[in-house]
């Protein structure tokens, strides 16, 4: 399960990034734990397409 991306940020080239937010089970206590990352547009389709 993920979250959709919350916010939009612009850099000076001209490229803009997003923060994404990802719902995962930990390995070590089989909790769920957030993962997060800023991250260019362009990379945000393979950031939810992977599992770990």
């Not at 612009?10 to 937010?21: H, Q």
């Not at 390995?27 to 945000?44: C, H, I, P, R, S």
């Amino acid at each position: 399960m993920a979250k959709k991306a919350v916010g939009k940020v612009r850099t000076g080239s001209g490229k803009t990034m997003t923060r994404c937010i990802k719902f995962v089970r930990s390995e070590k206590t089989g909790a769920y734990v957030f993962k997060d990352e800023m991250m260019l547009n362009e990379e945000v389709k393979d950031f939810f397409a992977n599992k770990k």
